[in-house]
C-alpha cells in the first residue's frame, strides 16, 4: 500500500502556493504585482496556515476545507484561498489514503465517490466563512442552508455555472486534462516551472470561463477575457524566451487591475494543477 506523509503532502502543497505568487499571472496577486487590495504576503500567510490543516493525518474533506479556511481567516481576515482550499483538499486527502493505486486520478476519483452529507454540511459553513464576492443563489442545495445531499452530489448541482464545483463532478477534467500537459510541456521547453505556472493560468483563462469573472461581471465580460488571453496564449506558444513577453503581460496586468478585474479561478485551477503535479510525481516515487 502506498501514502504519502503528511510532510510529503504539506510540500507539495506548499510549493504550488509558493509558485502560485512568483508567477505572474495578469490580473491576479503576484509578488511583483499586488491588487484588488490584497498583496503576496497575504496570500504566503494564508498557505502557511491552511497547508497544516490540508496535509493533517487525520480528518475527513469537510474538516480539512473548514479547518483551513478558519486559519485563513484568521490569519489575513479576508478570502484569499477559498478556490485553492477546494480545488487542493481533495488532491491531498487522495495522497494521504493508503491505496495499491499510484495515480493520483484514479485514487481521487475514489475518494470523490465516498464523500457524505457531512462533509457537504462542513464545506458550506467554510464558504460562508470565506465569505466569496458575487455568491449567488440555487433552488437546490444553497449554500445558505443546510445540505441534504454529499458534497460531490451537490458539486454536481452547482457545476454548470462554478467551475471549481465542475472539477468534483467531472474528477479533476480541468486540472488533468489541460493544466498538467501545459505544465509539463513548458517546463520541458522553457525549463521553469514559475513559466509553466503562467503558461497554465493563461491557458485557463484561455479556454475556460472564469467564474469569479462571471459572478462578478457577467458572461459577456468573461468572453471578453477568453479573447485577450487566446492572443496571450498565441504569443506564449510562439516564443522562444518566455521573457520577452514580460512587458505585455505588465501592460495586460495593469489594464486588468484598474478595472478590478481578477481572472481568481483560473488562478485556483492552476495551484490545483500544480499542486496534482506535485503529488502524482511523489506517488510514483514512493516505494510500496
Not at 200 to 210: M, R
Request: aromatic share 4%; with cysteine; net charge negative.
Amino acid at each position: 500500500m502506498i501514502a504519502l506523509t503528511p510532510r510529503r503532502v504539506a510540500g507539495a502543497l506548499r510549493d504550488a502556493c509558493r509558485l502560485d505568487v512568483i508567477a505572474f499571472k495578469p490580473g491576479n496577486v503576484s509578488l511583483d504585482a499586488p491588487g484588488h487590495e490584497m498583496s503576496a504576503c497575504d496570500f504566503l500567510k494564508s498557505a502557511a496556515v491552511a497547508v497544516d490543516a490540508l496535509a493533517a493525518p487525520a480528518g475527513g474533506l469537510g474538516e480539512r476545507v473548514l479547518a483551513a479556511i478558519a486559519a485563513t481567516r484568521a490569519a489575513v481576515g479576508c478570502n484569499t484561498n477559498l478556490g485553492i482550499v477546494l480545488l487542493t483538499a481533495p488532491l491531498a486527502l487522495a495522497a494521504l489514503h493508503p491505496s495499491a493505486e499510484r495515480n493520483l486520478r484514479a485514487r481521487l476519483a475514489a475518494l470523490l465517490g465516498t464523500t457524505s452529507v457531512e462533509d457537504a454540511r462542513l464545506v458550506y459553513r467554510a464558504i460562508r466563512l470565506a465569505a466569496p464576492a458575487g455568491l449567488g443563489a440555487s433552488e437546490d442545495q444553497d449554500v445558505r442552508d443546510e445540505p441534504t445531499e454529499n458534497l460531490t452530489r451537490v458539486m454536481e448541482i452547482a457545476a454548470p455555472r462554478d467551475s471549481v464545483a465542475r472539477q468534483y463532478a467531472t474528477v479533476f477534467d480541468a486540472v488533468f486534462e489541460r493544466g498538467l500537459p501545459i505544465l509539463r510541456t513548458a517546463r520541458e521547453r522553457w525549463g521553469s516551472m514559475a513559466w509553466a505556472a503562467v503558461a497554465c493560468f493563461v491557458g485557463f483563462a484561455a479556454e475556460i470561463p472564469d467564474s469569479h469573472i462571471v459572478r462578478k461581471y457577467g458572461e459577456a465580460r468573461a468572453a471578453a477575457l477568453i479573447t485577450r488571453f487566446r492572443e496571450v496564449e498565441s504569443a506564449m506558444k510562439a516564443c522562444e524566451n518566455p521573457a520577452d513577453l514580460l512587458p505585455a503581460l505588465v501592460a495586460l496586468d495593469g489594464e486588468l487591475k484598474l478595472g478590478g478585474v481578477n481572472p481568481g479561478t483560473s488562478a485556483d485551477l492552476t495551484v490545483a494543477s500544480l499542486a496534482a503535479l506535485f503529488l502524482e510525481t511523489a506517488l510514483q516515487a514512493e516505494q510500496s
